[in-house]
């Protein structure tokens, strides 16, 4: 089967601008996630969706980051404007369900100069 | 609230002996547990999970943990370690409910010499 897939793999923008991923889950999943993960951190949750709907956001910083799920399949992550702060691998990853692991897309690893 | 305390933020063994990453955990609710690899700019990848079934788990790559609900911990081993189980090792948490989050450990970081 198809696994998770992000666009882009790597963006580079200076700080103030916007930047914007993508994320594909694996289809059938009806939970998404948006992890960020820093440089030698573990990856903390950014937000999470189940279908169309918000479940959990409360570690969005929502005064910069956005984030939508079209339909309950694809979703988007927007942060406007960027700090150097935010410079990190971006990871989308999807669940089907109950005990049940979740599946990894290979990131975006976002660098704000 | 749930959450995950890796012991160990890195662990150094020769070739051919064995692996042990030690993973505490919290949890207020029957736990679903995991380990995921990432290898350097690689996915993170499911090693073994446990979702209150057995509570010896075996995985890929000769891995296995333990869960020991009196000590509240799922440790990782591997009787004897190869050169390519040099990674990141994550040990995660989640609650056995449909549409919980799963929360990550700090991460261990598993060297190997020869």
């Known amino acids: 089967e198809a696994g998770v897939a992000q666009s882009p793999r790597y963006k580079i923008i200076e700080k103030r601008q916007s930047v914007a991923f993508w994320c594909n889950p694996i289809s059938g999943h009806a939970t998404l996630y948006w992890y960020q993960q820093i440089l030698g951190q573990g990856p903390k949750l950014l937000i999470q969706f189940q279908n169309n709907g918000v479940v959990d956001d409360s570690q969005l910083p929502k005064d910069r980051f956005s984030a939508e799920r079209l339909k309950g399949v694809d979703s988007t992550l927007k942060i406007q404007p960027a700090k150097l702060e935010d410079s990190a691998v971006y990871l989308c990853?999807?669940?089907?369900?109950?005990?049940?692991?979740?599946?990894f897309g290979q990131g975006t690893r976002l660098t704000v100069v | 609230a749930q959450s995950v305390t890796q012991l160990d933020s890195h662990v150094s063994v020769s070739e051919g002996t064995p692996v042990l990453l030690r993973c505490n955990y919290s949890?207020?609710?029957?736990?679903?547990l995991f380990w995921y690899v990432q290898h350097p700019n690689k996915g993170l990848q499911l090693l073994l999970k446990y979702t209150s079934a057995a509570t010896l788990v075996k995985g890929i790559n000769g891995f296995e943990a333990e869960f020991k609900k009196s000590e509240t911990s799922f440790h990782l081993t591997k009787p004897s370690a190869h050169m390519s189980d040099a990674a990141e090792y994550f040990c995660v948490v989640s609650r056995n409910q449909a549409g919980t989050a799963l929360i990550f450990g700090k991460g261990t970081t598993l060297s190997v010499s020869s």
């Open positions: 990853a999807s669940r089907q369900g109950r005990n049940t692991e979740a599946f």
């Open positions: 949890s207020s609710y029957s736990p679903s």
